[in-house]
């Protein structure tokens, strides 16, 4: 069904390929709201884009050395930082925007101040890593516009072994339990992340799409 | 909380779908692009597509399949069959796979597993191990669409698939294989005890009290089945099923069970394919 009077249709969009990602299943989500979308995986002018996104699946030392081989890494910077610009990352996509991964030892873009660690460094008990499926999605302190419009914790889709955790952060957070219990929806200032994947989530994460698309247009007016 | 994952297995050669009785006697079922469309109109917890020629044809899945399976749904779903190196994996990856399978090559091919698992993280890279029974208490893995012997025992195997990166287990007992008779509970319980990775049971479901019992006494974290989702009834009707949220309760905790979206009707007609 065409949608009439699209109010997405004038957005552009650029989604980073790192070339170890699903970027098939997020550009399909994305082209569903029949936004204007771009993939790239080479130095390029970010400037023009109202928004950006940050795909999730594979290890974060191979994501960032791509991106800083590529020239994208300053781009990204000078996008979030300076222009705050919405960016949405998703799985791996999100851990990149934290300070530090263990995994590889590499470093993050550190727009979200805290450490991303793996599940079996700080989970003692008995648990077997991969955390891979459907878990609850509870709403911290606060709310969260990504989740509105939907069932009340709602079930999304994960597949990692690395998480962001808790810390002292307040509000704005999507909180899921595996072991420990980390941040699996982020919303602060322009900055968006999910550790499950909205583009496997039927359409609770279609849903989801949706509202930051909102958010994007709200931010472009 | 995790739910359990409960997961539809689809075998293909090229494009079509089929499904066999202890890795034989393929009958052919119909097209996997409807299949998957169907599954998807049940919302699923994941979907998982299997090549069984493929090792044999020296070749990967086919990578259109994918594509259209992933246009055309909005579901986790992962693929296997003849996946013998990265690049192959890269181009699944790519094309919308969350997951690919690798059987043979785990066996066959030193230093793929390690490889898979630092390139692409080890949440998608899934070892699956083919099984007989040999004995009374005695298990053999099987490569090449179960026709080689390996003689290698599958603890040993599953122990090796996780320490050079298997991010899951999915574990097939060939004799149960569209039996409807129930999962080999003793060889999957024998996995879930010796690795820390997720455990995906298959072979013989035939009821939901079979897929609890897989999850609940055998310690696994999936429940995986072919025929049960694929026939309809002692003639074996071709008709795609799958247990309702009613269903799994009488056999499953509510915390297990995943929330999906609001009921949508299904296309009756597609799902007779």
Redesign the interface.
């Known amino acids: 069904m065409e949608i009439i009077n699209n109010p997405y249709k004038d957005l552009k969009i650029a989604i980073i390929d790192y070339s170890a990602g699903n970027i098939h299943s997020v550009y399909r989500a994305f082209s569903k709201a029949k936004v204007s979308l771009v993939v790239i995986n080479k130095e390029t002018e970010l400037d023009d884009f109202d928004a950006v996104i940050l795909p999730g699946v594979g290890a974060c030392g191979t994501a960032m050395d791509f991106l800083t081989q590529i020239g994208l890494t300053k781009k990204l910077n000078h996008f979030v930082l300076e222009l705050k610009k919405p960016i949405l990352g998703i799985c791996l996509g999100f851990q990149i925007m934290t300070e530090f991964s263990e995994e590889d030892n590499v470093k993050g873009f550190g727009w979200i101040s805290v450490k991303t660690h793996h599940i079996r460094s700080v989970v003692k008990e008995k648990i077997r890593v991969p955390h891979i499926g459907w878990n609850d999605v509870t709403v911290g302190k606060g709310e969260l516009f990504l989740l509105s419009k939907m069932i009340e914790n709602p079930n999304f889709y994960f597949a990692h072994s690395y998480f962001v955790p808790l810390t002292d952060m307040e509000g704005n957070i999507g909180i899921t339990e595996y072991g420990v219990p980390f941040i699996s929806l982020y919303q602060r200032g322009n900055i968006y992340g999910t550790q499950f994947h909205p583009e496997k989530s039927y359409s609770g994460g279609a849903i989801l799409i949706q509202n930051f698309l909102d958010e994007v247009l709200h931010a472009k007016s | 909380?995790?739910?359990?994952?409960v997961i539809p297995v689809l075998l293909l050669r090229h494009w079509g779908l089929e499904k066999t009785i202890q890795f034989t006697d393929p009958k052919y079922i119909g097209c996997p692009i409807n299949a998957a469309r169907v599954f998807n109109q049940h919302?699923v917890?994941?979907l998982i597509l299997l090549d069984i020629v493929a090792t044999h044809e020296n070749r990967p899945p086919e990578i259109e399949i994918v594509?259209q399976i992933?246009?055309e749904t909005?579901?986790?779903f992962t693929v296997g069959g003849g996946i013998r190196n990265i690049e192959v994996i890269?181009e699944l990856?790519?094309?919308?796979?969350?997951?690919v399978v690798i059987n043979t090559a785990v066996v066959d091919v030193p230093g793929l597993l390690p490889e898979a698992a630092?390139?692409?993280?080890?949440?998608?890279i899934v070892v699956s191990i083919d099984v007989r029974q040999v004995d009374s208490n005695k298990y053999e893995v099987f490569t090449h669409g179960g026709k080689k012997a390996t003689g290698i025992e599958p603890i040993e195997l599953a122990k090796r698939a996780e320490s050079e990166g298997a991010?899951?287990i999915f574990i097939t007992s060939i004799d149960r294989d569209g039996t409807l008779t129930g999962y080999d509970l003793n060889l999957i319980s024998q996995i879930t005890n010796v690795v820390?990775?997720?455990?995906i049971a298959c072979g013989g479901a035939g009821s939901v009290k079979d897929l609890a019992d897989a999850y609940y006494d055998a310690g696994s974290?999936?429940v995986a089945c072919g025929a049960f989702f694929l026939f309809y009834g002692k003639r074996r009707t071709v008709l795609i099923t799958y247990p309702s949220e009613e269903q799994l309760l009488q056999y499953f905790k509510p915390e297990h069970i995943?929330?999906?979206?609001?009921k949508k009707p299904i296309d009756t007609e597609l799902a007779r394919l």
Do not use: T
């Open positions: 909380m995790l739910k359990v994952r919302n917890d994941e594509k992933s246009a909005s579901m986790p890269r990856l790519k094309a919308g796979a969350d997951k630092k390139q692409f993280g080890r949440q998608c991010g899951e820390q990775i997720p455990v974290s999936a995943r929330k999906r979206d609001p």
